[in-house]
């Protein structure tokens, strides 16, 4: 058999490679960046909602098991330029930096991924311009390495706000849909800050809260255990207060019915994820049908939501829309599975 | 409902009891009106909706980055100017509570801050002026010192063809009913000549030939503003009167 192929080293790749190689199918993995694990690796994830367990702990699990096959063949900086349907399978053609080579697989699992939205684009938060005002992924690596300061000065903070949706639900950006993970990865973070810190006091400015299914547990430990306050509105815009010293978050308290200028010494955005470029750029090769969102659509997101409905071509995670780790290492097992089936075949 | 003490509720909810004339309702034996919401009617939502200006209320979800914005509610302080609470008001249909801002609605300036960030798409500062416009045409709202000005304004534009700011100044004396003192206006129009914020001059403005324009402007209007009253469903009878 040939090798099956799956694009993106992330959490829903590695699930899918070790899946495969479990199955007894070689397998191919193939990575755009140096390493892999995705972005829980790139962004130095800290604790993940709900269970509080060590990202490293996850995604370490996963790389060991697909680190340790051989039936795994990896490929890092690797990029896929071509794909021509064949008789049985792809030709695809992969480049490096310095080098090409054309490749027969058997099927394809496409698990390219997601990217963090860039706060630059929402310019009213001073994301880019207060040093203070940070993405909630910098945030991830800040408890990671346990060094909760304000990057002006390296002090820790007295009081932190988290603005939710930021680059989702907003067609001012062209985002409309939800993040998913915002809510609960920033009631997390908020825990995490006061339970090594609780010093610290911790607000989340909110529209909705958004903590589905079983997570809405940690939503209600946050508030009942770890005192952290929410606030019912959106913030307008950020500006600088106390002679540039503090952070001022201008929004309404839509429960008090008046506009609140604020300060914190830190303000975190809970930035939503978009498609990633790789999983634009598959798109375009195979073309895979997407969504107005840039995602991949599966043919059937009910009753078949790995399959793309091209012959061979099997999406898995955060490439068919915002996701959390076990969905998408759930759906690399599945993907793997028909992928397997339709190699086998 | 009975109350307490009269002193610890706002004046406009106290149900006085008057004979001959005098207030005999006492301290601790008054009646109040009842705050609970007794009725919605999505027909303002709806007219709303169906004017061009007005179709995108319905995207709303009330998260207030128009009010964090809005210079009238945060920078002048003017706190019962919401447009959020307005947009709600509107959506559920609580007329009664929505003709309490009947008139300071209008004072939106139309800075279109709201518009430029609402992250739904709202056309904030049109819908707006739509709520205002359908309690304006239904009628029942109590004109403020603004409504009069904007109705010199009006008068003084429609009549002439252009501004004049001394005649505006006139009958807006005479629509409040009171007289500033020659000395006290003289010092006003140097100061507003002087920097250049003045431009009447000796003699009254007025476009050449306007008087045809007006009657075809007039009638235009006329005709619009009869179209759109019909189109208005009647204003409802305020509930919570009786105690
Ligand atoms: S998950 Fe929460 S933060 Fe993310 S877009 Fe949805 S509501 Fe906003
Ligand atoms: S910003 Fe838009 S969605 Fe938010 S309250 Fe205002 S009008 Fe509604
Ligand atoms: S356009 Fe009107 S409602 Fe909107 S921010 Fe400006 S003053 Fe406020």
Same mark, same amino acid.
């Given at each position: 058999?040939?090798?099956?192929?799956?694009?993106?080293?992330?959490?829903?790749?590695?699930?899918?490679?070790?899946?495969?190689?479990?199955?007894?199918?070689?397998?191919?993995?193939?990575?755009?960046?140096?390493?892999?694990?995705?972005?829980?690796?790139?962004?130095?994830?800290?604790?993940?909602?709900?269970?509080? =367990?060590?990202?490293?702990?996850?995604?370490?699990?996963?790389?060991?098991?697909?680190?340790?096959?051989?039936?795994?063949?990896?490929?890092?900086?690797?990029?896929?330029?071509?794909?021509?349907?064949?008789?049985?399978?792809?030709?695809?053609?992969?480049?490096?930096?310095?080098?090409?080579?054309?490749?027969?697989?058997?099927?394809?699992?496409?698990?390219?991924?997601?990217?963090?939205?860039?706060?630059?684009?929402?310019?009213?938060?001073?994301?880019?311009?207060?040093?203070?005002?940070?993405?909630?992924?910098?945030?991830?690596?800040?408890?990671?390495?346990?060094?909760?300061?304000?990057?002006?000065?390296?002090?820790?903070?007295?009081?932190?706000?988290?603005?939710?949706?930021?680059?989702?639900?907003?067609?001012?950006?062209?985002?409309?849909?939800?993040?998913?993970?915002?809510?609960?990865?920033?009631?997390?973070?908020?825990?995490?800050?006061?339970?090594?810190?609780?010093?610290?006091?911790?607000?989340?400015?909110?529209? !909705?809260?958004?903590?589905?299914?079983?997570?809405?547990?940690?939503?209600?430990?946050?508030?009942?255990?770890?005192?952290?306050?929410?606030?019912?509105?959106?913030?307008?815009?950020?500006?600088?207060?106390?002679?540039?010293?503090?952070?001022?978050?201008?929004?309404?308290?839509?429960?008090?019915?008046?506009?609140?200028?604020?300060?914190?010494?830190?303000?975190?955005?809970?930035?939503?994820?978009?498609?990633?470029?790789?999983?634009?750029?598959?798109?375009?090769?195979?073309?895979?049908?997407?969504?107005?969102?840039?995602?991949?659509?599966?043919?059937?997101? !009910?009753?078949?939501?790995?399959?793309?409905?091209?012959?061979?071509?099997?999406?898995?995670?955060?490439?068919?829309?915002?996701?959390?780790?076990?969905?998408?290492?759930?759906?690399?097992?599945?993907?793997?599975?028909?992928?397997?089936?339709?190699?086998?075949? | 409902?009975?109350?307490?003490?009269?002193?610890?509720?706002?004046?406009?909810?106290?149900?006085?009891?008057?004979?001959?004339?005098?207030?005999?309702?006492?301290?601790?034996?008054?009646?109040?009106?009842?705050?609970?919401?007794?009725?919605?009617?999505?027909?303002?939502?709806?007219?709303?909706?169906?004017?061009?200006?007005?179709?995108?209320?319905?995207?709303?979800?009330?998260?207030?980055?128009?009010?964090?914005?809005?210079?009238?509610?945060?920078?002048?302080?003017?706190?019962?100017?919401?447009?959020?609470?307005?947009?709600?008001?509107?959506?559920?249909?609580?007329?009664?509570?929505?003709?309490?801002?009947?008139?300071?609605?209008?004072?939106?300036?139309?800075?279109?801050?709201?518009?430029?960030?609402?992250?739904?798409?709202?056309?904030?500062?049109?819908?707006?002026?739509?709520?205002?416009?359908?309690?304006?045409?239904?009628?029942?709202?109590?004109?403020?010192?603004?409504?009069?000005?904007?109705?010199?304004?009006?008068?003084?534009?429609?009549? =002439?063809?252009?501004?004049?700011?001394?005649?505006?100044?006139?009958?807006?004396?005479?629509?409040?009913?009171?007289?500033?003192?020659?000395?006290?206006?003289?010092?006003?129009?140097?100061?507003?000549?002087?920097?250049? =914020?003045?431009?009447?001059?000796?003699?009254?403005?007025?476009?050449?030939?306007?008087?045809?324009?007006?009657?075809?402007?007039?009638?235009?209007?006329?005709?619009?503003?009869?179209?759109?009253?019909?189109?208005?469903?009647?204003?409802?009878?305020?509930?919570?009167?009786?105690?």
């Amino acid at each position: 058999m040939n090798p099956i192929l799956v694009l993106g080293g992330g959490p829903a790749g590695l699930s899918a490679a070790s899946e495969l190689a479990a199955l007894g199918a070689p397998t191919l993995l193939v990575e755009r960046e140096s390493y892999l694990g995705g972005n829980p690796v790139r962004w130095h994830y800290s604790l993940l909602a709900p269970d509080l =367990r060590p990202a490293e702990e996850v995604i370490g699990a996963l790389l060991e098991r697909v680190e340790g096959d051989a039936r795994i063949e990896r490929r890092l900086s690797t990029t896929l330029t071509k794909a021509e349907l064949g008789s049985h399978g792809y030709r695809v053609t992969l480049a490096t930096a310095d080098a090409s080579e054309t490749r027969d697989v058997a099927a394809v699992v496409l698990a390219t991924g997601f990217d963090h939205f860039d706060s630059r684009r929402k310019f009213e938060y001073g994301y880019g311009r207060f040093p203070d005002v940070v993405d909630f992924k910098e945030l991830e690596g800040m408890l990671h390495d346990n060094k909760l300061v304000r990057p002006s000065d390296g002090q820790r903070p007295h009081r932190i706000a988290w603005v939710l949706c930021v680059g989702s639900r907003d067609l001012q950006v062209g985002n409309p849909w939800c993040c998913r993970l915002g809510c609960v990865v920033s009631i997390k973070q908020a825990v995490e800050v006061r339970q090594k810190h609780p010093e610290v006091d911790a607000y989340i400015y909110y529209m !909705d809260i958004r903590t589905y299914g079983l997570w809405e547990d940690l939503y209600w430990k946050s508030m009942q255990e770890y005192g952290i306050k929410f606030i019912r509105g959106r913030i307008g815009a950020v500006t600088l207060a106390e002679g540039g010293s503090r952070l001022l978050a201008t929004g309404e308290d839509t429960i008090l019915s008046r506009p609140t200028e604020v300060p914190f010494d830190m303000i975190v955005l809970a930035s939503g994820m978009e498609a990633s470029a790789g999983t634009k750029q598959v798109a375009e090769l195979f073309g895979v049908p997407v969504g107005p969102e840039g995602f991949l659509t599966p043919r059937l997101t !009910d009753l078949n939501p790995v399959d793309s409905g091209l012959p061979g071509v099997f999406l898995a995670g955060a490439a068919t829309g915002p996701k959390a780790i076990p969905d998408a290492v759930t759906e690399g097992m599945g993907a793997a599975l028909r992928a397997y089936q339709y190699a086998r075949d | 409902m009975p109350i307490v003490e009269k002193s610890l509720v706002s004046v406009d909810r106290v149900e006085h009891l008057e004979v001959e004339g005098i207030d005999v309702s006492g301290d601790w034996n008054t009646f109040l009106r009842s705050r609970v919401v007794t009725d919605l009617d999505v027909k303002i939502a709806d007219w709303v909706k169906g004017q061009p200006q007005g179709e995108t209320i319905s995207r709303c979800w009330q998260c207030g980055t128009c009010t964090a914005g809005c210079c009238l509610h945060t920078d002048y302080g003017l706190e019962e100017f919401n447009p959020r609470y307005f947009i709600y008001l509107a959506q559920i249909g609580y007329e009664e509570e929505l003709r309490r801002y009947a008139s300071t609605i209008w004072r939106c300036v139309s800075c279109n801050k709201c518009v430029e960030r609402c992250p739904k798409g709202v056309k904030v500062e049109e819908v707006i002026h739509t709520i205002g416009t359908y309690l304006e045409l239904s009628g029942g709202a109590a004109e403020s010192p603004a409504d009069r000005f904007d109705r010199a304004y009006t008068e003084n534009l429609l009549g =002439r063809g252009i501004l004049d700011e001394a005649a505006l100044f006139r009958t807006y004396e005479r629509l409040e009913g009171r007289r500033t003192p020659a000395r006290e206006l003289l010092r006003l129009g140097l100061t507003l000549l002087k920097s250049g =914020r003045l431009h009447t001059g000796p003699f009254a403005h007025r476009t050449r030939g306007w008087n045809r324009m007006r009657k075809v402007l007039e009638a235009k209007l006329t005709e619009d503003r009869a179209r759109r009253r019909a189109s208005v469903p009647a204003p409802p009878v305020p509930s919570g009167r009786k105690p």
